[in-house]
C-alpha cells in the first residue's frame, strides 16, 4: 500500500496534465480553424456584396439615373458611381443580408466604398490593406465593384472598391466558441474534482485500515487479560486445597465473576457504538440541574484518581445549569472526560472541572495537565475506534469509543464540543449546551 499509493497519484497527476495539454492544442487549433472559416465567409459576403453592387452599376447611365434632377443631364458625361447611385443604409441592407445568407448574424461592421483614384493603383500594396487595420485585431475584406465587360461605362470611370472592416474578431470567434471552452472548463474541473476525491478516499481508506488493525489489536489485549484470568481462577478452583477451602473458593469466583462484567462491560461498548452509527439511541431528556448530575459523575473518578495520587478542583460556579438532558447520557460524558484525564496522565495529575454562563449556554470545562496530545491526534481524537499511535506499547486501556461516543451525545442534546492541548502540558474540553428558557 505504501508503494501503490504514491504511485496512482502519480499517474493519475500526470493523466490530469496530459488531458489539460491536449484540450488546450485542441482548443487553439479549433480557434485557428474558426478564424479561418471567418475569413473565408467573409470574403463570400463581401463578393456577394460586390456582384449585386456591380450588377446595379452596369445598368446605370448619365440619363436613366432616376435620383438625377439636374436640369444639364444632357451634359453630364461622367457616370455616376456606386456611392453616388446607393445610401449608406442601402449598401449595409445588401451586407447584412449576404451575412445572413452566410449563416453570420448579429456581427458588428463598418465599410466603405472608395475608388483606387485615392488610393492609388496597387491594391495588393502593404501600405493599402494595412490603412485599415489597428490593434484592436480588426480585418478587413476589399473586393473591387467592376461594371461587367462590354458595358457602356466600362473604362469611363476609376475603379471603385468595396471594403469591409470587421472589428474586433477574436472576440467574436471567442463569442461562438464560448460554450466549447465552458465545457471543457467544466469537464476538467470535474476531473480535478474525480481526481481529489479518490485520493481523499485513498487516504480514508488506508486510515480507516490503520484504525481497524489498531482495533484489533487493542480488542485482542483488552478480551486477552481477562480470558487469562478467568482461565487461571478456574484452574486454581480444581486444586483440592482450594476446594476445601471456602474462603479460596470465594475469593477465585469473585474474580471470575469480576473478570466477566469487564468483559461485558467491553461487548456494551462495542454495541453502544454500532448503535451510535445507526442513530438507534434514544434520549430520555428531562429538565435537569446539571450540577447534580456533575457530582454524580465526580464519585465514579475517586478511586482511579487517588491511585494516581491525584487530585479534583471542582468550580461549579454557573449561576444557572437547568438544562434539557438525558441524566444516564449527560453523566457518562462528564464521567468518560474525567476518567481520559486520569488514565493519559502521570502521577499527580491535577484535574479542574468548573462551570459558568456564557450566552444563555452552560459551559463545562475540564482541564488537566497530563501528557496531553499533538495537532494531528488533537484532530481526529472525535473520531471512533482512533487511538493516538502508542506502538507495542497498551499501558493505557480501550478501544477508542469514549470520545467518540462524547461528541454523538453533545451532538444529541444539541451542544458543542471542543479539545485544546499541548504536548506535555494537558489537555482541556470545553463542553456548551443551551439552557431552558
Request: hydrophobic letters at 45%; a positive charge; glycine letters at 4%.
Amino acid at each position: 500500500m505504501k508503494k501503490i499509493f504514491p504511485a496512482i497519484t502519480i499517474l493519475v497527476f500526470i493523466s490530469a496534465l496530459g488531458i489539460i495539454y491536449f484540450q488546450y492544442l485542441w482548443i487553439r487549433q479549433s480557434l485557428q480553424d474558426r478564424e479561418y472559416q471567418f475569413e473565408e465567409t467573409m470574403n463570400m459576403v463581401a463578393y456577394n456584396t460586390a456582384q449585386a453592387l456591380t450588377e446595379v452599376k452596369g445598368k446605370m447611365s448619365p440619363f436613366n439615373n432616376h435620383r438625377n434632377n439636374d436640369l444639364l443631364i444632357p451634359l453630364n458625361v461622367f457616370p455616376f458611381t456606386v456611392a453616388h447611385r446607393f445610401t449608406r443604409e442601402e449598401v449595409k441592407s445588401l451586407i447584412n443580408k449576404s451575412l445572413e445568407k452566410n449563416g453570420l448574424k448579429n456581427v458588428n461592421f463598418e465599410f466603405a466604398i472608395t475608388t483606387t483614384s485615392m488610393i492609388g493603383d496597387d491594391l495588393q500594396s502593404a501600405n493599402f490593406f494595412n490603412a485599415y487595420n489597428d490593434s484592436l485585431h480588426n480585418k478587413n475584406f476589399i473586393l473591387p465593384i467592376d461594371a461587367p465587360t462590354g458595358s457602356a461605362i466600362e473604362g469611363l470611370s476609376p475603379q471603385e472598391l468595396l471594403v469591409i472592416v470587421v472589428p474586433h474578431v477574436q472576440n467574436i470567434l471567442w463569442k461562438q466558441m464560448s460554450w466549447m471552452v465552458f465545457g471543457v472548463i467544466l469537464f476538467t474541473c470535474i476531473i480535478f474534482a474525480a481526481f481529489f476525491i479518490t485520493i481523499r478516499a485513498l487516504i480514508n481508506q488506508k486510515k480507516l485500515s490503520e484504525i481497524k488493525s489498531d482495533f484489533i489489536n487493542n480488542m485482542t489485549h483488552e478480551f486477552k487479560t481477562p480470558l487469562a484470568t478467568i482461565s487461571l481462577a478456574v484452574d486454581a478452583l480444581k486444586n483440592e486445597k482450594v476446594i476445601n477451602d471456602k474462603t479460596k473458593m470465594d475469593y477465585f469466583s469473585g474474580i471470575i465473576k469480576d473478570e466477566n462484567k469487564r468483559m461485558n462491560k467491553q461487548v456494551e461498548a462495542i454495541l453502544q457504538a454500532a448503535l451510535l452509527d445507526k442513530q438507534e439511541v434514544q434520549l430520555n431528556v428531562k429538565d435537569l440541574h446539571a450540577h447534580l448530575l456533575i457530582q454524580a459523575a465526580m464519585n465514579n473518578i475517586q478511586l482511579p484518581l487517588a491511585a494516581k495520587s491525584g487530585k479534583l478542583n471542582v468550580k461549579l460556579e454557573a449561576a444557572n445549569d437547568y438544562i434539557l438532558a438525558d441524566e444516564v447520557h449527560f453523566t457518562n460524558i462528564i464521567n468518560n472526560l474525567l476518567d481520559n484525564a486520569v488514565k493519559y496522565s502521570n502521577d499527580g495529575v491535577q484535574i479542574t472541572l468548573s462551570t459558568c454562563n456564557i450566552n444563555n449556554q452552560l459551559r463545562v470545562k475540564i482541564e488537566d495537565n497530563g501528557i496531553g496530545m499533538n495537532r494531528e491526534t488533537l484532530q481526529r481524537i472525535f473520531e471512533k475506534f482512533y487511538r493516538a499511535h502508542t506502538g507495542n506499547i497498551h499501558n493505557v486501556k480501550g478501544f477508542g469509543l469514549g470520545l467518540s461516543y462524547v461528541k454523538t451525545i453533545v451532538d444529541a442534546h444539541k451542544g458543542k464540543i471542543k479539545a485544546e492541548s499541548t504536548v506535555g502540558k494537558g489537555s482541556t474540553f470545553i463542553l456548551d449546551f443551551p439552557l431552558i428558557k
